[in-house]
Nanobody
Framework: QVQLVESGGGLVQAGGSLRLSCAAS????????MGWYRQAPGKQRELVAT?????RTNYADSVNGRFTISRANAKVDLQMNSLKPEDTAVYYC?????????WGQGTQVTVSS
């Protein structure tokens, strides 16, 4: 099993920054792509950013240029700059290993206008 611990969420004003962190532990052999997803109330979970084991990144158009995903071993971070109220959501860490995919518990990000 894989355990994911997320941190870094909170309340910020528009234009501010937050850094989300996710640390994976447990049976993480064969760790592959990692990423961040988010879900706002009443909406489906959507991709925010992903990063492959080789470092290739992919961003949602809505965050491209403002967010940066990075990884180091079994950790994945999301640097969020120039935050907007529409970024408000619960953010979930995602980690893929050879035998499955795992999700963090979610961390709330609230951006006030």
């Amino acid at each position: 099993q894989v355990q994911l611990v997320e941190s870094g969420g909170g309340l910020v004003q528009a234009g501010g920054s937050l850094r989300l962190s996710c640390a994976a532990s447990g049976s993480i052999f064969g760790i592959g792509a990692m990423g961040w997803y988010r879900q706002a109330p009443g909406k489906q979970r959507e991709l925010v950013a992903t990063i492959t084991r080789g470092g290739r990144t992919n961003y949602a158009d809505s965050v491209n240029g403002r967010f940066t995903i990075s990884r180091a071993n079994a950790k994945v971070d999301l640097q969020m700059n120039s935050l907007k109220p529409e970024d408000t959501a619960v953010y979930y860490c995602n980690v893929n290993v050879g035998y499955g995919t795992f999700w963090g518990q979610g961390t709330q990000v609230t951006v006030s206008s």
